[in-house]
């Protein structure tokens, strides 16, 4: 069976009258899990999952490298914020692209002296 179908069938299972313990051992889950596919199944009333955000793909891989290009300093949050996505997404879509970005780190050299 596939996927849709055990949700399908483990929640129809539970409505005709059986625990959740019952379920899961049926259907071989936790009973948390079979509680959380009949509490979606009651607020949105359909067990489908949301797709998946893949907002990286959304970036244009040739406006990304232009950006970078342009601006070498900017910090993957100024980015985020002129490409009008998350965080996440840049930093995949900088990935996807082969753009590796350093990190800034302060200039705190302390004196130090050597031990002998």
């Known amino acids: 069976m596939s996927k849709s179908v055990d949700l399908r069938a483990a929640v129809a299972y539970y ?27 009651k607020e949105t009333g359909d067990l489908h999952s949301k797709p998946l955000n893949r907002g990286f793909k959304k970036i244009d891989p040739e406006k990304l490298k232009a950006y970078v290009k342009e601006y070498p300093d900017h910090t993957q949050k100024e980015m985020a914020e002129a490409f009008g996505c998350c965080n996440q997404a840049i930093s995949k879509a900088l990935e996807h692209c082969g753009i590796t970005r350093k990190k800034k780190r302060p200039c705190s050299i302390k004196n130090r002296t050597l031990k002998k």
């Open 15 to 41: 409505e005709e009258g059986h625990t959740l313990v019952e379920t899961g051992m049926m259907f071989k889950v936790g009973k948390t899990t079979v509680s959380n596919w009949v509490k979606k199944k």
